[in-house]
């Protein structure tokens, strides 16, 4: 079974297969060749090539040309008349005298050709520097994220039974004073609109003596061991009240006589 179509996919993927499968061999003393062979149809060599095009022909700059050096003017400028010297030799041959010519070159003669290299490299950085623009104007940006707006925390249990406690007595009372003009209603026969116009009133009174019972609750408490010693001082008074009738009975008896 192959995989070249998987490898091609990622230049990654190829870099680790390959580097495991290298690994194995060089532990097992096997040959690398033979045990790529099992995983593709194709060598290392062709998965370099395949990625080394697809780099340049997804690079943004390979439409600029790229910048060149000083001994590449000079080689554009003499090749041709050092071939035509010698037409027998081959080209690698020549590159070789091209070579030669260059090194023994003084130096107000090679100033030309560093000269052009110096403008060619100003040339390249001015077309990079466009087309890097041109690509950061081309992204589009996205709108700034609107800010989110925090949900209503509803309010704790214990904080609603206390709501509901402080409007208990007021919710008490209305039904009381509702009830009470239901049965009134029945004896009088008077419509449900009356007994409604009778509870409202009540009710609307009956809401702020709720908040007033809260207040009052502290003042009770407080008021507890006084009132707890007034029934004492009655209890101890009675006695002498009921010597005083006896007394001034028989006095009444006596007179009387």
């Known amino acids: 079974m192959s995989f070249t179509a998987q490898l091609k996919g990622a230049e990654g993927q190829y870099k680790l297969v390959s580097k495991v499968v290298r690994s194995i061999c060089e532990s097992n003393n096997l040959n690398f060749e033979t045990v790529w062979a099992t995983i593709s149809n194709r060598e290392c060599e062709y998965f370099d090539r395949h990625f080394k095009r697809y780099k340049r022909r997804n690079d943004p700059l390979r439409q600029v040309k790229k910048p060149r050096t000083a001994f590449s003017f000079f080689t554009q400028a003499n090749r041709n008349e050092i071939q035509t010297k010698h037409p027998n030799l081959s080209f690698g041959e020549v590159s070789k005298l ?22 060619d490299k100003a040339r390249y950085s001015v077309a990079r520097k466009e087309v890097m623009d041109a690509m950061a104007a081309a992204v589009v940006v996205e709108p700034a994220a609107e800010p989110v707006v925090a949900a209503s925390v509803p309010a704790p249990k214990k904080a609603k039974a206390a709501k509901q406690a402080a409007a208990a007595p007021a919710t008490v009372a209305a039904e009381a004073v509702v009830a009470t003009a239901a049965t009134k209603s029945k004896k ?57 009738k006896k007394a001034k009975q028989v006095q009444a008896s006596a007179g009387k006589q």
Do not use: C, F, H, M
Request: charged residues 30%; hydrophobic residues 40%.
């Open 98 to 119: 091209v070579g030669e010519q260059w090194k023994n070159l003084d130096d107000k003669s090679r100033a030309k050709y560093i000269q052009l290299e110096t403008e």
């Open 188 to 244: 009088t026969k008077q419509s449900a609109p009356a007994v409604a116009a009778v509870a409202a009133p009540v009710a609307a009174e009956t809401a702020p003596v709720a908040k007033k019972e809260k207040k009052s609750k502290s003042a009770k408490v407080e008021a507890a061991p006084a009132q707890v010693a007034a029934p004492a001082a009655t209890e101890a008074s009675a006695p002498a009240t009921k010597k005083e």
